[in-house]
């Protein structure tokens, strides 16, 4: 699920002349960027790769970094709304797990994508930038939910920090090498390490 | 006497005309966009700010941007530092203790700097995604140096993040507001946090 599915049932009625326009012009997008660099890809060559216009482009995304960004909005509302929903008795870092089981499960047949976005993110700096700020919005977000569940500071901030550390560090794991955990057992490894490295001794 | 040489005395010619340009530069900075704001601030105004030329300005900083992280590469060193002088026996997350004391010293007189620089940094969202860059790569530099000390991944990358995280969050607590405590009691009070936070229960 990302942004394009939400996307997708408002512009049903548009469906119909441009079927899955928003989704044609990611895969044209991820193939030039991997073909050629992001850098050296246009906005042009992008719509007509999709076989679209450059209009219907910006319809869709405010520029050609964005589209590799769609997915972050509801990334977010998902580790929002576990959280949220979590059981009222669950500690913030249950919560926590919640919200990465969530997230794992959602990226379970995502595998390939990722491989191939990390990829394209990695040679480019102006993209890395884009992705620390990604994840720096996650981490005050799930910290604002925890908030919301009447945890105070710093330890609402912190929970934040750790929820968005573990999935980052979880999935540098999980598209890179041979890993054979999924995304979601790798979190929960990763959260127990973590808790591991941080217990007293 | 050699090349070297000869650069040296030419420097220490200069210095008795140009005393601390690299600090005037600063200053200047810091006020200039404490003042009118980063965007609408030049070099050329900075320079002339502190009584020097552009061409002196770009002998220390690649732009205007950089002078606020001037300090990036220290505090970087002083992590990794402490990092690796911990004794073998101590776990990773006291050695991210005796880092974070290590840093909680150095800035324990340069409080009302950091509050006038973390103003300037929240007025920009470049300056913003410079700073998240700064704290990626600090995450990284501790990483790195836990796997020289024998720790394996993906606990070496956690820890990094854990450090990262508690500095922020600390960071955060100890520029806004009247918080009474000092910078290293706050990263001491964040790691008790960080704990409890993610001890089982």
Chains 1, 2 share one sequence.
Do not use: N
């Amino acid at each position: 699920m990302d942004v394009g599915d939400c996307h997708q049932e408002y512009h049903q009625g548009m469906a119909r002349w441009e079927p899955d326009s928003r989704s044609r012009l990611e895969q044209a997008a991820m193939a030039l960027y991997a073909e050629r660099g992001f850098d050296d890809t246009t906005v042009a060559q992008i719509s007509e790769r999709a076989g679209l216009t450059e209009r219907t482009f910006f319809r869709y995304f405010p520029d050609k970094r964005e589209v590799l960004f769609g997915g972050a909005g509801a990334l977010q509302d998902l580790l929002v709304g576990a959280v949220a929903d979590a059981p009222l008795s669950a500690t913030p870092i249950d919560a926590v797990a919640r919200a990465l089981d969530a997230v794992g499960a959602v990226f379970a047949d995502r595998r390939e994508f990722a491989r191939v976005r990390q990829a394209i993110i990695g040679g480019s700096a102006e993209l890395q930038e884009r992705e620390l700020i990604k994840l720096a919005t996650l981490s005050a977000a799930v910290a604002h939910a925890m908030r919301a569940r009447g945890v105070g500071d710093p330890a609402a901030g912190l929970t934040g920090e750790v929820a968005v550390a573990v999935f980052k560090v979880a999935f540098e794991q999980w598209v890179v090498g041979t890993e054979p955990r999924d995304l979601s057992q790798l979190m929960r490894d990763g959260l127990d390490e973590l808790k591991s490295v941080t217990a007293d001794t």
